[in-house]
């Protein structure tokens, strides 16, 4: 079993910066890919950034490409995105979540992950 729990979310004025961590705890050869989502309210759960297996390229979504940087630690306990310059629009629940079976088509699909942490709250205010 993995154990993901995210920390770092937090109220930021526009323009901030912000660093969540995702620790992962458990069977850590489970957790080939990382990811991080978020979810605002009323929407959907989408794709942020996301590390496809170990070693493997990283991916962002297109609004948070050169402001987020996502990264891992060498022992993969500790997934880390850091969030500058950020915007009113970023405000939203962010899930780590990881899979071991993942294939790239499927990185940015949230029902694609077996393991979830349960989230951190950012707020950005303007």
């Known amino acids: 079993q993995v154990q993901l729990v995210e920390s770092g979310g937090g109220l930021v004025p526009a323009g901030g910066s912000l660093r969540l961590s995702c620790k992962v705890s458990?069977?850590?050869?489970?957790?080939?890919?990382v990811a991080w989502f978020r979810q605002a309210p009323g929407k959907e759960r989408e794709f942020v950034a996301g590390?496809?297996?170990?070693?493997?390229?990283?991916y962002y979504e297109d609004s948070v490409k050169g402001r987020f940087t996502m990264s891992r630690d060498n022992t993969k306990t500790t997934v880390y995105l850091q969030m500058n310059s950020l915007k009113t629009e970023d405000t939203a629940v962010y899930y780590c979540?990881?899979?071991?079976?993942?294939?790239?088509?499927?990185?940015?699909?949230?029902?694609?992950?077996?393991?979830w942490g349960r989230g951190t709250q950012v707020t950005v205010s303007s």
């Open positions: 590390i496809f297996r170990s070693g493997g390229s990283t």
């Open positions: 458990g069977r850590t050869s489970n957790t080939d890919t």
């Open positions: 979540a990881a899979d071991r079976r993942l294939i790239l088509s499927s990185l940015r699909l949230p029902s694609q992950y077996d393991f």
